[in-house]
């Protein structure tokens, strides 16, 4: 199994990025995804996941600004990231797990600032 994460960038506080993270390998329907964060000097804290069932989980940091989904596929997996702040920088990761192996993607840097 292989992830590929990509859409991080620099963007301003209040302003918006969408992540992506493509799954490739044999992935079970009920495989979960999810996306971590790690900002220098931190450890790496779960931001969002998603079941193969459509169960979804939110950090308190998430809610209502973060908005998870998947693809039909269940292949590729989304973070919408709205009324992002200077405290959302940091490298965000994707992962899965699936058939009991967890998957670590490379992350990708989100930057919010001026």
């Known amino acids: 199994v292989q992830l590929q994460a990509s859409g991080g960038g620099l963007v301003q506080p209040g302003g918006s990025l969408r992540l992506s993270c493509a799954a490739s390998?044999?992935?079970?329907?009920?495989?979960?995804m999810g996306w971590y964060r790690q900002a220098p000097g931190k450890q790496r804290d779960l931001v969002a996941l998603?079941?193969?069932?459509?169960?979804?989980n939110y950090a308190d940091s998430a809610k209502g600004r973060f908005t998870i989904s998947r693809d039909n596929t269940k292949t590729i997996m989304y973070l919408q990231m709205n009324s992002l702040k200077p405290e959302d920088t940091a490298v965000y990761y994707c992962t899965l797990v699936t058939n009991d192996m967890v998957y670590w993607g490379k992350g990708t840097q989100v930057t919010v600032s001026s």
């Open positions: 998603i079941t193969g069932g459509g169960y979804i």
């Open positions: 390998g044999s992935i079970s329907s009920a495989a979960v």
